[in-house]
């Protein structure tokens, strides 16, 4: 069974900075795309940022050049980089996966920024 593991989440003042990291378990294939989903308190789920096998990514204008989404295919892991944080980006910080269509998440990571 595929899992999605992330960590990193915490608490931070504005204009700080925080990694998540999300490693994937129990499949051999790579998975591609993988991301970073958040969801705030009464507010949708909303993408942050994805990132292709190829390293192709793709970024919410939110948090274009603030966030970097590199990652480790050999690890088949994830991860999200963010600096500059603004109390708005406090939210619950989801991983996301994709094998053959089908689609996998983290159980989420609460980042909170504030001071």
């Known amino acids: 069974q595929v899992r999605l593991v992330e960590s990193g989440g915490g608490l931070v003042q504005p204009g700080g900075s925080l990694r998540l990291s999300c490693a994937a378990s129990?499949?051999?294939?790579?998975?591609?795309?993988m991301g970073w989903f958040r969801q705030a308190p009464g507010k949708q789920r909303e993408l942050v940022a994805t990132i292709t096998s190829a390293g192709s990514t793709n970024y919410a204008d939110s948090v274009k050049g603030r966030f970097t989404i590199p990652r480790d295919n050999g690890k088949n892991a994830v991860y999200l980089q963010m600096n500059s944080l603004k109390p708005e980006d406090t939210a619950v910080y989801y991983c996301h996966g994709t094998i053959s269509r089908r689609d996998y998440w983290g159980q989420g990571t609460q980042v909170t920024v504030s001071s």
């Open positions: 129990g499949t051999i294939f790579i998975l591609n795309p």
